[in-house]
C-alpha cells in the first residue's frame, strides 16, 4: 500500500528525478572546479559560470523538491507544469551551454575540466526539455476532440 505522507518517494527513481539529481551533482561539481581553478575570482567568465550553474542548481532544486513533496504550485496557479518545466529546462541548457563554451574558451585545466561538468549538464537539460516537450504534445493530442 501507498502511504499519504505526501512525498512521491518513486519520483526519485524515475528518470526526471534522477536526472535533476545529476544536474545538481553536476553543477555543484563545475562550480567547485572554477572555484579551485589558478585564475582569480575576478575573472568575468568565471564569475558568471559560478552564478549560472548555481541559478540552476537551485531552481532545479524548487524544482525536485516541489515534484518530490507533491507542492504542486502551478496547480493552485492554473498554470501547465510541463509547459512551465519545458521553458525553464530549455532556458537552462541553453545557459549552460553557453556559459560552458565561454569557460572552455579559457586554456586553464580546471576549467575546461568545469566545461566538462556545464557540458554534461547542458545535455542533462536537454533530455528533461525534450522529456517535457514529448509529455506536453502528448497531453496537448489526447484532449483535441474530432468534430
Not at 40 to 69: K, S
Request: with cysteine; hydrophobic share 45%.
Amino acid at each position: 500500500m501507498y502511504s499519504t505522507s505526501g512525498y512521491d518517494r518513486l519520483y526519485t527513481k524515475s528518470i526526471s528525478g534522477v536526472a535533476k539529481l545529476l544536474c545538481m551533482f553536476f553543477s555543484v561539481s563545475g562550480i567547485i572546479c572554477i572555484l579551485l581553478g589558478a585564475a582569480p575570482l575576478t575573472n568575468p567568465r568565471g564569475f558568471v559560470y559560478i552564478f549560472v550553474m548555481l541559478f540552476a542548481c537551485l531552481a532545479t532544486a524548487l524544482v525536485y523538491l516541489e515534484h518530490y513533496c507533491e507542492m504542486r504550485h502551478c496547480r493552485r496557479h492554473h498554470c501547465n507544469a510541463t509547459k512551465y518545466e519545458l521553458y525553464l529546462h530549455a532556458a537552462l541548457a541553453t545557459t549552460c551551454f553557453l556559459v560552458s563554451s565561454a569557460v572552455l574558451t579559457l586554456s586553464l585545466a580546471t576549467y575546461s575540466v568545469a566545461a566538462f561538468f556545464g557540458y554534461v549538464t547542458f545535455c542533462l537539460y536537454a533530455l528533461e526539455a525534450w522529456y517535457n516537450y514529448r509529455k506536453y504534445i502528448q497531453r496537448d493530442v489526447s484532449t483535441q476532440t474530432i468534430l
